[in-house]
């Protein structure tokens, strides 16, 4: 596994929209790989593939990392609880309701502001080997991860999404960042 540099905003790859995954191979799995190492060792919760400047539609979640790292009472060390997931060629296929809450992104170090998502989603992907699973999720952080991780496979932002714009440009600011760009045409895919 090969740790890689996260793309900040303002490389052009963050607004491509990402091809499809055809091929299930080593490359997949070195991909993926690599995903992982560079997603635990920023501390996120979620990667897509444009983050690590390629242009596929891949992410990787786990949202029990960050809750579940503690010290073991006995041997004094710390432990760390893993819940990863791969999904590639995600679609949402149902949604509905609303959420509003505080999102971050790796490519935008230090900005944080709320966001607005969908409430529920279904979602069809395949799996590392090309399988095609479903998954549910509801009113929680794996609900808000994998909308935000879908988004960057179409090159839109959590900037596309600001329940307060006013609020985020505020945060941007702070942080470095100039003006956004606009997210790439819609694309309809299967
Ligand atoms: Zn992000």
């Not at 979640?61 to 590639?88: A, H």
Request: proline fraction near 5%; glycine fraction near 6%.
């Amino acid at each position: 596994m090969t740790k890689q540099d996260i793309v900040k905003y303002g490389d052009p790859i963050l607004r491509k929209f990402t091809s499809r995954v055809i091929k299930f191979d080593k490359s997949l799995r070195k991909l993926v790989e690599d995903m992982f190492e560079t997603m635990y060792a920023n501390e996120g919760v979620g990667l897509a593939a444009p983050q690590i400047g390629v242009s596929k539609r891949v992410l990787v979640v786990d949202v029990d990392y960050p809750s579940k790292r503690y010290i073991d009472e006995q041997t004094k060390k710390e432990v760390t609880t893993y819940n990863s997931m791969v999904l590639i060629n995600p679609v949402i296929i149902q949604k509905e309701g609303q959420i509003i809450s505080k999102e971050g992104c790796l490519s935008f170090p230090n900005v944080y502001f709320d966001v607005i998502r969908f409430k529920k989603i279904a979602v069809k992907y395949q799996d590392l080997f090309g399988k095609e699973r479903r998954l549910l999720a509801e009113d929680d952080l794996l609900c808000r991860c994998i909308q935000h991780e879908i988004d960057h496979l179409d090159g839109k932002l959590f900037v596309d999404k600001p329940s307060d714009e006013a609020e985020m440009k505020k945060n941007l600011q702070e942080a470095g960042f100039g003006s956004v760009s606009s997210p790439p045409p819609a694309v309809l895919i299967g």
